[in-house]
């Protein structure tokens, strides 16, 4: 009896402990998210319309953002964090009041989200490295790629091609 009592509780033990490994967070199940700040972090960090968009998913009012009718050549990185999103060559006029592109610098730089808010199905993008919320994207842009990512300003910050940033 007592053998048998072992080798169950053996048994769960090894079971256990694998169930717990798979469900331990990986680097692609957090958002693939490298940064873990609280709110109280970013809020030091953010001004509050960046907060209200990078970190509680809220929308700039169209036509009002910085960047939806700049055209420098550049690469556009998030204001959050720094990490590169969307090249100059990308961005293209859609006229929707935010900043579009047809593709993003590199599709390990963004994440795509089912989003199911305000009764809509969209694909929320987030950036890759601190999960701030960057916009949406949408499959009627142009060629080559017919994709739309629609991106508020705000989320968004600008290193023109030499290197220097532009003010805030
Ligand atoms: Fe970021």
Avoid at 6 to 21: D, E, P, Y
Avoid at 135 to 153: A, E, L
Wanted: glycine fraction near 8%; proline fraction near 4%; hydrophobic fraction near 30%.
């Amino acid at each position: 009896m007592k053998t048998y009592l072992l080798l169950t509780l053996t048994a769960w033990s090894f079971t256990f402990a694998a169930c717990s490994q798979n469900q331990k967070p990986t680097s692609t199940n957090m958002n693939n998210t490298t940064m873990n700040k609280s709110d109280d972090e970013w809020k030091k960090q953010l001004t509050p319309e960046q907060f209200n968009v990078l970190r509680l998913k809220g929308t700039e009012k169209p036509f009002t953002g910085k960047f939806e009718d700049h055209w420098d050549s550049g690469t556009y990185v998030c204001a959050a964090c720094g990490n590169e999103l969307f090249n100059s060559n990308a961005k293209f006029d859609a006229g929707c009041g935010w900043p579009s592109f047809y593709e993003a610098l590199d599709k390990t730089k963004v994440i795509e989200k089912q989003d199911f808010a305000h009764g809509m199905v969209r694909t929320e993008i987030v950036c890759a490295k601190c999960g701030g919320h960057l916009g949406h994207v949408f499959d009627d842009g142009p060629k080559p790629t017919g994709m739309r990512y629609c991106i508020n300003s705000v989320s968004l910050d600008f290193k023109k091609k030499d290197s220097s940033s532009i003010k805030k």
